[in-house]
């Protein structure tokens, strides 16, 4: 599966963006999904996840409250809203895949696991001033 991510930019502390990751193929349910970020000399770390459409979804405590996951199987497309945005938030963000291989959701600590994705996207710039 290819994945495009887009949607960011410049925003003012206290601002909003909506990150959207288009995937390829037919199979877009069967995938997992995940958004991590990396800042300028830090490791990628975790964002959100969503295992599936209307299913469990899992956040990082540093944007729990603040920012929204959600997937649109019609579109093939997985969205990160993302509100109340510090510079904090400035980061290139990925979206990510992972074919499920279970009828159970995967727990958070292998939902927020960048080992656990196969497919990456090419990362969106998400710049935060102050």
């Known amino acids: 599966v290819q994945l495009q991510a887009s949607g960011g930019g410049l925003v003012q502390a206290g601002g909003s963006l909506r990150l959207s990751c288009a995937a390829s193929?037919?199979?877009?349910?069967?995938?997992?999904m995940g958004w991590f970020r990396q800042a300028p000399g830090k490791e990628r770390e975790f964002v959100a996840a969503?295992?599936?459409?209307?299913?469990?979804?899992y956040y990082a405590d540093s944007v729990k409250g603040r920012f929204t996951i959600s997937r649109d199987k019609a579109k093939n497309t997985v969205y990160l809203q993302m509100n109340s945005l510090t510079p904090k938030d400035t980061a290139v963000y990925y979206c990510a895949a992972r074919r499920r291989t279970s009828v159970v959701d995967a727990p958070r600590s292998f939902a927020a696991d960048t080992r656990s994705y196969t497919y990456w996207g090419q990362g969106t710039l998400v710049t935060v001033s102050s």
């Open positions: 969503i295992i599936r459409s209307g299913g469990t979804t």
């Open positions: 193929g037919r199979t877009f349910e069967s995938y997992a």
